[in-house]
């Protein structure tokens, strides 16, 4: 099949390119940046943005099937416009071109924050509905909740077959903009004040791309699939980070009030002094929430595996300290099993 892969050179894009190969398709990547090892892998690269309807337009060119990973993660609620039109605005242009263009399949890769956000400590499903009440003041995961909408409409106005991937944070090695690691190289960075209160969902994103890979040809139209790997409070995902680091994990917990609170005053404090706060008042807010997820349709549906999350906690710590604090790592990998 002949698979055009939007984002081609993000996080996930990179993880899932190689994985098309190997499967057997005919893969092309719509990318702003250098696509690593395209050539070797005999991916042809379209230079252009999602904005660029030219380039798109050629970039869909005989294509049969499109993964669309093209997007922004910004937590500043500043500009929530350029979010919505980025998401959505972009998201249905492009399907409406994919649609002309005689593509029969498109895969849409969102966010499990559009489904598994809560006050509890609870596993979400894809039963679930829109969180928007909880994720109001966050603008990225309103305009992904918009995008899915926007989607699944146009999948049951026309009948082109969507459907949705819901990755939660992505972890593991390659995250060379630290678009999705960054809470991992903030901890090493001891620039985490207090112990979040809530916990988080993750997966690994060699894991993710081979859900996505499955996806191509086994998911259903008009389905939305959660693919996380762990859920784990944030305290026990900062004391393995403790135990294989050497950084100690926060000692303080604030009451969720508190240090939202404190948050704000860091952001007015460092704006005062024309720096970059330790962390934002999102990111607190954040972190008092749970995100815990249940993949068990993606399990069952697109042979979704996810591998031991200590080996992706360990893999992306040793990226994360090599390639962005300039260290090497001696510790030896995390033995198969644990846990």
């Known amino acids: 099949m002949r698979v055009l892969v939007t984002g ?19 893969v092309r990547a719509l990318a702003r940046g250098d696509v690593e090892d395209a050539a070797a892998l005999g991916v042809e ?4 943005a999602l904005e660029d309807r030219g380039s798109v337009r050629t970039a869909l060119a005989g294509v049969e099937a499109v993964v669309h990973l093209a997007g922004r993660v910004d937590f500043d609620p500043t ?3 350029a979010l919505y039109r980025l998401h959505v605005e972009g998201t249905r242009t492009l399907l409406e071109d994919a649609l002309a263009a005689g593509a029969s399949r498109f895969l849409l890769a969102s966010s499990s924050g559009t489904i598994g956000v809560s006050e509890e ?18 603008p990225y995961y309103l305009s992904k909740i918009y995008q899915e909408k926007v989607a699944l409409r146009f999948h049951r106005d026309t009948g082109f077959p969507v459907v949705v991937l819901n990755p939660s944070l992505l972890l593991g090695p390659g995250d060379a903009r630290l678009t999705s690691t960054d809470v991992v190289f903030k901890f090493l960075e001891r620039r985490v004040p207090s112990m979040p209160g809530g916990g988080l969902s993750f997966v690994d994103v060699r894991d993710a791309a081979a859900a996505f890979a499955a996806a191509v040809g086994r998911g259903r139209p008009g389905e939305r699939y959660l693919l996380g790997g762990a859920n784990m409070s944030f305290a026990e ?6 135990r294989l680091s050497g950084v100690p994990a926060p000692r303080v917990r604030l009451p969720s009030g508190a240090g939202v609170a404190a948050a704000r005053l860091l952001e007015r404090f460092h704006a005062w002094r024309e720096s970059e706060p330790p962390v934002s008042t999102a990111e607190v807010e954040m972190g008092e929430r749970y995100w815990y997820v249940n993949a068990a349709r993606a399990r069952a549906e697109l042979g979704f595996a996810p591998r031991d999350p200590q080996e992706t906690i360990f893999e992306t710590w040793r990226y994360v300290e090599e390639r962005f604090r300039g260290r090497r790592t001696t510790s030896a990998a995390p033995a198969a099993g644990r846990r």
Do not use: C, K, N
């Open 8 to 26: 081609g050179s993000g996080f996930l894009g990179r993880a899932l390119l190689p994985v098309l190969v190997r499967a057997g398709h005919e």
């Open 121 to 138: 400590p609870r596993e979400a499903t894809e039963a679930d509905d829109y969180p928007i009440a909880l994720v109001a003041s966050w």
């Open 45 to 48: 690269v379209v230079r252009g």
């Open 237 to 242: 995902f900062f004391a393995r980070l403790a």
């Open 79 to 81: 500009d929530p416009a």
